[in-house]
């Protein structure tokens, strides 16, 4: 029983820990592109 | 463009879908019933065959996307094609991680070469090919064109591994071939609310990743 219990966690941990990944990673991503945006518009003001 | 989660029902979305999954998680734990033979590893399917779900329903998008990227040549569908694609092969990838993690107790070895998992595998590998296509294709007018056609064509995939549980011969098949509706209603119950949640976190996903990749593009073609 506890070694089926430990195949559970390890799925359960494996499937939420990627998608909390991915969003952490598209939110970075985002930050830098948002940056990068209002950089490349600060040239264009002077 | 504004940050994403400043949008009032891209927040509320989000803390849906946060709300929703600690729900499910709790109910999955707590309210689902014990199968006598597998117990815990058996609750492994409410998040595994989901994922398969979301899966093939982004890979359904992606080709939706080509279609529509051929009638209307708009970039837009082009990036719902890409969005959709990357997420599907998330899933696909997690569908291919948790189901030998499941067979490992219970089959007794984590891959068996079955019409089901191979034809999930030549998925899988085919979107591989997809990326590939993308990096690696040329001029990205014409990689748009060729994503679109093999978005289209792999879907053809998605229907054989449906039907693989009967086409091929039972002798060959490992996996479980119990109808849903056999199903005792506690288990059914709990994996059609799983199911809707992972839908849910799916459009989240889609729409986050098709903003992204618009402000991506915005911002390289401006340099």
């Given at each position: 029983m506890f070694?089926?219990?430990?195949?559970?966690?390890?799925?359960?941990?494996?499937v939420?820990?990627s998608?909390i990944?991915?969003?952490?990673?598209?939110?970075i991503?985002?930050?830098k592109?948002l940056?990068?945006?209002?950089?490349?518009?600060?040239?264009?003001?002077? | 463009m504004?940050?994403?989660?400043?949008n009032?029902?891209n927040?509320?979305?989000l803390?849906?879908?946060?709300?929703?999954?600690?729900l499910?998680?709790?109910n999955?734990?707590?309210?689902?019933?014990?199968v006598?033979?597998?117990?815990?590893?058996?609750?492994?399917f409410y998040v595994?065959v989901?994922?398969?779900?979301v899966?093939?329903?982004?890979?359904?998008?992606?080709?939706i996307a080509?279609?529509?990227?051929?009638?209307?040549?708009?970039?837009?569908w082009?990036?719902?094609?890409?969005?959709?694609?990357?997420?599907?092969?998330?899933?696909?990838?997690?569908?291919l991680?948790?189901?030998?993690?499941?067979?490992?107790p219970?089959?007794?070895?984590?891959?068996?070469?079955?019409?089901?998992?191979?034809?999930?595998?030549?998925l899988?590998?085919?979107?591989?090919?997809?990326?590939?296509?993308?990096?690696f294709?040329?001029?990205?007018?014409?990689?748009?064109?060729y994503?679109?056609?093999?978005?289209?064509?792999?879907f053809?995939?998605?229907?054989?591994?449906?039907?693989?549980?009967q086409?091929w011969?039972?002798?060959?098949?490992?996996?479980?071939?119990v109808?849903?509706?056999?199903?005792?209603?506690?288990?059914?119950?709990?994996?059609?609310?799983?199911?809707?949640?992972?839908t849910?976190?799916y459009?989240?996903?889609?729409?986050?990743?098709?903003?992204?990749?618009?402000?991506?593009?915005?911002?390289?073609?401006?340099?």
């Open positions: 070694n089926f219990f430990n195949y559970f966690i390890a799925v359960y941990l494996i939420f820990g998608v990944f991915w969003f952490g990673y598209q939110y991503l985002e930050l592109l940056k990068t945006q209002s950089i490349n518009h600060n040239k264009e003001m002077g | 504004q940050p994403f989660f400043k009032r029902t927040s509320l979305i803390f849906l879908v946060i709300f929703f999954l600690f499910n998680i709790y999955i734990i707590y309210n689902t019933p014990m006598p033979d597998q117990h815990w590893a058996q609750k492994i595994h989901p994922s398969a779900w899966g093939f329903l982004s890979y359904f998008i992606v080709m080509g279609i529509m990227f051929f009638i209307k040549n708009n970039n837009f082009d990036n719902v094609g890409l969005a959709a694609a990357e997420i599907g092969t998330i899933f696909i990838s997690l569908v991680i948790t189901g030998p993690i499941w067979a490992t219970i089959w007794g070895k984590p891959w068996i070469w079955e019409p089901r998992l191979t034809t999930t595998l030549i899988f590998l085919i979107y591989i090919g997809y990326f590939m296509m993308r990096s294709g040329g001029h990205a007018e014409r990689v748009k064109r994503a679109a056609s093999l978005g289209i064509i792999a053809l995939d998605v229907p054989i591994i449906f039907v693989s549980v086409f011969a039972p002798e060959i098949q490992s996996h479980p071939q109808e849903m509706a056999n199903q005792p209603p506690g288990i059914l119950g709990a994996f059609l609310i799983s199911l809707s949640i992972f849910l976190l459009i989240l996903m889609l729409k986050y990743r098709i903003y992204v990749i618009q402000l991506k593009n915005k911002v390289i073609h401006h340099v």
